[in-house]
């Protein structure tokens, strides 16, 4: 089946707008992940999602992050009144429930705040 | 804070030699160690991974040898290919948590 879909790929945004950036795990993954990933350094982990309940949300960097589930399937990912410091690239990744079971990336999303 | 040391940041290797790349974490809840594959544009790909109840792991040409006491596991990657040039990450997670930490990343060049 498909991997972890994401989109837009690119999103160029000016500071203080609002964007919004989506994730379409694999199918039937009950846990799914963000992350945000600066140039030239490893992700770092913002929220965790098993079905709707968003089980960890420590690694919001601000309260202008904001993440959410509805269904259990889909991911939206927003974020409000954008800083350049924003600038990243964010990735999802989902996995099969279980602690063993291994994170499926997508190959992101690259923002741009101008 | 840095839980995951990752060493080091840069390294070329000439085709057909053995590639090394080194971690070391300090929190003891760790207990799943796996190693990321990234190409440019690309988001991570699992290459292998290990739980501390093993010393080594090996899948193909990769290799993972895991020193529990010492805190450190390492990537050996065999009979290195062109093919292998990208950044590779280690990374650990907690028995308590469901997500990763993440080294900063080595960025490996493999010369023809």
């Known amino acids: 089946g498909a991997g972890v879909s994401q989109s837009p790929r690119y999103k160029v945004a000016k500071r203080g707008q609002d964007v919004a950036l989506r994730c379409d795990p694999i199918s039937g993954h009950v846990s799914l992940f963000w992350y945000q990933q600066a140039l030239g350094q490893g992700p770092e982990f913002l929220t965790y999602?098993?079905?709707?309940?968003?089980?960890?949300k420590s690694g919001l960097p601000s309260d202008r992050f904001f993440a959410e589930r509805p269904e259990g399937s889909v991911s939206t990912l927003k974020i409000q009144r954008t800083q350049q410091e924003d600038s990243a690239v964010y990735l999802c990744?989902?996995?099969?429930?279980?602690?063993?079971?291994?994170?499926?990336f997508g190959d992101g999303t690259r923002l741009s705040i101008l | 804070q840095q839980q995951v040391k990752q060493s080091p940041q840069s390294l070329i290797v000439q085709k057909g030699g053995i590639s090394i790349i080194n971690c070391a974490y300090e929190n003891t809840a760790f207990d799943y160690f796996p190693w990321y594959q990234q190409f440019p544009g690309k988001g991570p790909a699992l290459l292998i991974a290990?739980?501390?109840?093993?010393s080594e792991k090996k899948e193909g040409r990769f290799t993972i040898s895991f020193n529990k006491s010492a805190k450190q596991f390492s990537l050996h990657i065999m009979d290195s290919q062109p093919g292998d040039s990208a950044t590779y990450f280690c990374a650990a997670r907690g028995d308590y948590g469901q997500n990763f930490v993440f080294g900063p990343g080595t960025r490996l060049s493999v010369l023809p």
């Open positions: 290990i739980r501390p109840d093993v």
């Open positions: 999602f098993q079905n709707e309940a968003q089980l960890d």
């Open positions: 990744a989902s996995s099969l429930e279980g602690l063993a079971q291994p994170q499926h």
